[in-house]
C-alpha cells in the first residue's frame, strides 16, 4: 500500500515570504492531520480534517496558517507571511476513522523540513 | 491535562548492547500507547500499538511492555544497531471523536560502533 505522501521534502525561504505544503493521504483515509514539529520535541497538531471538513484546528495560527482539504482527499498547508520561528518539519498524517481511538492506520509522511532564515 | 513524559531524553549506547526507554502518562480516558521511530528528517514509523488489555508487545528486537495501572511503558531495544539510531516517540491515545493523541518529546538514542 502506498504510504502518506508529501512535497517538498525540503525548502528554504525568507521570513515574510510564503510557502505551500502538498499532503496526499493513503487511499481511503477519511482523516488528515497536519502536524508542526519542531527540532527536538514532539509533534503538534495544528489542524485536522474528516473528510472536506475541518474538526480541530484549535492550536493552527490562523493569522498566517491556512489548510483546506478541498475534495476530502489530498490537502495544502499554506504559511503566509512566514516568520523564523515557523522553521520546522510539517508532518501530515492520515488515519481510517474520524476517532483515534482505535490505533490503527495512523499513518505518517515523511515530513517537509522549512527553513526560515 | 493529558501528558506523556519520556526519559531519557538522550542515550548514548554501543553497538550490539541493550537499551530501555520509558514513557509515563497521565491520558484519560486510555485508549492506546503506540511507540515510533523517527529517523532524522523523516516522519514517524509505527513500531508497536498496545492497548489495555496487552502487557507487551514485540517487534524484532524491539519490545514494549504496557502497566495500564501504574501508567508506565517502556521500549526494550535488543542487541542494538547502528540504524537504531533515531528519535523515539511514545504517543498515547485517549477515546472520543477527533484527534486525542497526546505526543512524549522523544529519547534520542545514538548507537556508536
Not at chain 1, 521570513?15 to 503538534?44: D, E, M
Not at chain 1, 522553521?87 to 515523511?110: N, Q
Request: hydrophobic share 30%; charged share 15%; aromatic share 10%.
Amino acid at each position: 500500500e502506498a504510504g502518506v505522501a508529501q512535497s517538498p521534502r525540503y525548502k528554504i525561504i525568507e521570513k515574510r515570504q510564503s510557502v505551500a505544503f502538498w499532503c496526499n493521504p493513503i487511499s481511503g483515509h477519511a482523516t488528515l492531520y497536519w502536524y508542526q514539529q519542531i527540532l527536538g520535541q514532539g509533534p503538534k497538531l495544528l489542524i485536522q480534517f474528516q473528510n472536506n471538513g475541518v474538526v480541530d484546528d484549535s492550536q493552527l495560527p490562523k493569522d498566517r496558517f491556512s489548510a483546506e482539504r478541498l475534495k476530502g482527499v489530498d490537502s495544502t498547508l499554506k504559511i503566509q507571511p512566514a516568520k523564523l520561528e515557523d522553521s520546522a518539519v510539517y508532518l501530515c498524517a492520515s488515519s481510517l476513522g474520524g476517532g483515534t481511538g482505535s490505533g490503527y492506520g495512523y499513518t505518517f509522511g515523511s515530513g517537509t523540513r522549512l527553513t526560515v532564515v | 491535562k493529558n501528558q506523556v513524559e519520556q526519559s531519557p531524553q538522550s542515550l548514548i549506547i554501543l553497538e550490539g548492547k541493550n537499551c530501555t526507554l520509558q514513557c509515563n502518562y497521565t491520558v484519560s480516558p486510555f485508549s492506546n500507547l503506540r511507540w515510533y521511530k523517527q529517523d532524522t528528517g523523516r516522519g514517524p514509523v509505527s513500531l508497536t500499538i498496545m492497548t489495555f488489555s496487552e502487557n507487551t508487545k514485540s517487534n524484532g528486537r524491539y519490545t514494549a511492555t504496557l502497566d495500564a495501572d501504574t501508567k508506565q511503558s517502556s521500549l526494550h531495544i535488543t542487541a542494538s544497531q547502528l540504524s537504531d539510531s533515531a528519535s523515539y516517540i511514545c504517543v498515547v491515545s485517549a477515546w472520543g471523536a477527533g484527534n486525542m493523541l497526546t505526543f512524549g518529546g522523544g529519547t534520542r538514542l545514538m548507537v556508536k560502533p
